[in-house]
Nanobody, 111 residues
């Protein structure tokens, strides 16, 4: 299974970006998620959509929204971006207990 992420870029604080991810297959995807990794830091969960709902990291609650459009597409709408949101963002899919990752897309928030 291959995941293709897109939508990163350079924005100013307070602006918005929308990241998208598409999987090569729609079958048996249990959960979809977005993670991010800032320079020198570990990869952290940003948002995850599972059968019971969607969970967000405290740092992005109220600003980011994870949506799923069909079986193999999902997106992360990021509003009111802050400099601390700067990171490489990775989409993730869990299929039958195995994790698959996109290639990462860089988001830079700077004035």
């Amino acid at each position: 299974v291959q995941l293709q992420a897109s939508g990163g870029g350079l924005v100013q604080p307070g602006e918005s970006l929308r990241l998208s991810c598409v999987a090569s297959t729609p079958f048996m995807i249990n959960t979809v998620a977005w993670y991010r990794q800032a320079p020198g830091k570990q990869r952290d969960l940003v948002a995850i959509k599972h059968i019971l709902g969607t969970d967000y990291a405290d740092s992005v609650k109220g600003r980011f929204t994870l949506s799923r459009d069909g079986a193999k597409n999902w997106a992360l709408q990021m509003n009111s971006l802050k400099p601390e949101d700067t990171a490489v963002y990775y989409c993730n899919a869990n299929i039958r207990g195995e994790n698959f990752w996109g290639q990462g897309t860089l988001v830079t928030v700077s004035s």
